[in-house]
Nanobody, 116 residues
Framework: QVQLVESGGGLVQPGGSLRLSCAASGSIFNFYAMGWYRQAPGKQRELVAQITSGGRTNYADTVKGRFTISRDNANNTVYLQMTSLKAEDTAVYYC??????????WGQGTQVTVSS
């Protein structure tokens, strides 16, 4: 069972930047796609960004041009670089690994708070 562990969250001022990391206990090639999701209080969890094993990416409209997802296959880690952060980006951010025929793997989440 591959486990995912997020890190890098914290408190940042509006306009600031953060980089989230998602480290897998095994090869990320076990997943055909890896993504970052977020859940704000009282809201449903939503997709932020996704990257396939082939490197194809897609983003939520709300973060396009501000966030960048990337993967380091050698270190089994997926990153989310977040810039120009806004208060509405405040949420718990989760890493998800999608696998064929089995339930996806989720990390425990990392809190991102954007506030002055």
């Amino acid at each position: 069972q591959v486990q995912l562990v997020e890190s890098g969250g914290g408190l940042v001022q509006p306009g600031g930047s953060l980089r989230l990391s998602c480290a897998a206990s095994g090869s990320i090639f076990n997943f055909y796609a890896m993504g970052w999701y977020r859940q704000a209080p009282g809201k449903q969890r939503e997709l932020v960004a996704q990257i396939t094993s082939g490197g194809r990416t897609n983003y939520a409209d709300t973060v396009k041009g501000r966030f960048t997802i990337s993967r380091d296959n050698a270190n089994n880690t997926v990153y989310l670089q977040m810039t120009s952060l806004k208060a509405e980006d405040t949420a718990v951010y989760y890493c998800k690994g999608s696998r064929l025929g089995v339930s996806p793997a989720w990390g425990q989440g990392t809190q991102v708070t954007v506030s002055s």
